[in-house]
């Protein structure tokens, strides 16, 4: 599937079809089978010689069946909870590889029928959000992201994470005064957690809006706790400092930020998530990654 071809992934009738159905319905009508069967029989037995037998047979046997739907009703349903697990758990795979076409598609699949559970599609759409944030569908990913935050059920780290991928698809979004107010938000919250996430948000506010000199005075206050908390993805502040620096006059740190936002993720990744990444591509040099040094 190209990427083109991933607009399949229609956000509201998503959201729409995953709603956990209430369960239990069946075990209504099977209750009021054997009910029915009790007064069928009873009816039947007073008209005949083997009445009282024939009541007993049959509710016997109506319980029988009773207690034996329901127990595989039971087990069917465990098996169904972790299939959905395990489709869930490979979902999450398939976006920490990157094989974001596979995802999509997983999701797609996932996400149209009624979730077993609430926990297993809070999840799914969790990586829905990414999977619209790689094909560049930021107002369907604020979307899900909104969703999710007015669900109220995720514990205040993981609604932190999604207000900070929120943020970020408004900056894409160009919805700026959202952005500040969004920020705002997550300075107040900030309080206790590691700054990595949010000082990105800014950094990236401060290059798209023209502000180079305030982008990096925040990455040089904040390069040690993005380190350690956005790992990999480290390479967006290098990347974005380098245009910063770059649009200050700063050839040299900016050659120098470029080449360490390379060395951790590929140049044309970056350019494809940052327009103003991509104005510098051709300008500054690429390392040289280590796989292509072993080629």
């Known amino acids: 599937m190209t990427e083109e071809a991933s607009g399949f992934l229609d956000v509201e009738a998503l959201l729409e079809s995953s709603e956990p159905r209430p369960g239990g319905t069946w075990l209504w009508y099977a209750a009021g089978a054997f009910l029915l069967l009790i007064l069928v029989s009873s009816y039947l037995a007073g008209r005949s010689i083997a009445g009282p037998w ?3 047979l049959v509710s016997t046997m109506s319980m029988m069946a009773l207690v034996g739907g329901m127990g595989y009703m039971a087990w069917a349903g465990g098996r169904a909870v972790i299939r959905e697990q395990q489709q869930v758990e490979a979902i999450e795979e398939l976006v920490l590889l990157r094989r974001w076409s596979e995802a999509a598609e997983m999701l797609r699949r996932l996400l149209s029928r009624p979730a077993r559970t609430p926990q297993a599609r809070v999840q799914s759409l969790v ?7 790689r094909y560049h569908r930021w107002a369907d990913a604020i979307t ?3 969703y999710l935050l007015d669900l109220d059920v995720l514990d205040p780290d993981a609604s932190y994470g999604l207000q900070l991928g929120r943020a970020m698809a408004m900056l894409h979004e160009d ?15 900030c309080e206790g957690r590691m700054p990595g996430g949010l000082a990105l948000v800014e950094i990236y506010r401060d290059v798209k809006t023209g502000h180079p000199q305030e982008a990096i005075e925040l990455f040089e206050l904040h390069q040690e706790a993005m380190r350690r908390q956005l790992g990999m993805r480290v390479a967006d502040a290098h990347a974005l400092v380098a245009r910063a620096y770059d649009l200050v006059g700063r050839p040299v740190e900016a050659a120098a930020a470029y080449e360490r936002a390379t060395l951790l993720a590929p140049e044309a990744e970056l350019s494809r998530r940052y327009a103003e990444v991509a104005a510098i591509a051709g300008k500054y040099a690429a390392a040289q990654r280590p796989e292509r040094q072993a080629a």
């Open 144 to 146: 899900v992201y909104e």
């Open 54 to 56: 024939l009541v007993e």
């Open 175 to 189: 919805r700026l005064f959202d952005v500040d107010r969004v920020i705002g938000e997550l300075r107040r919250q």
């Open 127 to 133: 990586y829905l959000a990414s999977v619209l944030g």
